[in-house]
């Protein structure tokens, strides 16, 4: 894909500020692209900040798909 043609977030998204910052923060150059510097930057953004990331394995997730096998891809268009 090329990203730098391609990637815009339209204004009829109505995204939050953290989630467009956090889109265009990963979906640019590997030099510049948060997490470089390792994941704790990715961890502090603002979009993960009302994230309990010690007690994220605890959580029960808001969807859990169906599956029928360990290969099954029946949730993927």
Known sequence: ????KT????AE?????AS???LKRLICDADTRLGRNGFE???AHP????????????LTPPY???V???ISNENFD
Do not use: G
């Open 13 to 17: 998204a109505k995204l939050s500020a």
């Open 47 to 58: 979009f993960f900040a009302e994230t309990d990331w010690d007690k994220l394995r605890d």
């Open 7 to 10: 990637f815009s977030i339209p």
């Open 20 to 22: 467009t910052d956090i």
């Open 68 to 70: 029928t096998s360990e």
């Open 1 to 4: 894909m090329h990203w730098k």
């Open 41 to 43: 930057e990715i961890k």
């Open 64 to 66: 859990i798909p169906q």
